[in-house]
């Protein structure tokens, strides 16, 4: 306001919107035409339910499968842990077996 004064006009100035102050007269258009009226797609949203429950079925057959393979496999590692154990005593009892031979020949 200040410099407003200074610089020799007699009142600061005022900013103010004046187009929002300007009212139509005139109606306003009426909106574009769109597709028409509103319509549910049934068909398209079923087959998406169907191909999500597709999915599910197929993820559970996987899991199952998997956990099957998983039974499967730790059976078969059970199984080779007591042969090794087994084939380690035969080689234990073996390397025993040829030190003795060989002291007995020295």
């Known amino acids: 306001d200040r410099i407003s004064v200074s ?12 187009g929002s102050m300007v009212h139509r007269r005139d ?4 909106p574009p035409e769109t597709w028409g009226a509103y319509q549910k797609k049934g068909e398209e949203s079923s087959s998406i339910m169907a191909m999500m429950d597709l999915l599910v079925k197929d993820l559970d057959k996987e899991m199952t499968e998997a956990e099957s393979d998983e039974k499967q496999a730790q059976v078969e590692y059970e199984r080779m842990m007591v042969d090794s154990a087994g084939k380690r005593t035969t080689d234990a009892k073996s390397l025993a077996e040829k030190s003795e031979a060989k002291a007995d020949m020295a």
């Open 7 to 18: 610089m020799g006009g007699a009142e600061p100035p005022v900013f103010s919107q004046v």
């Open 27 to 30: 109606a306003p258009t009426p």
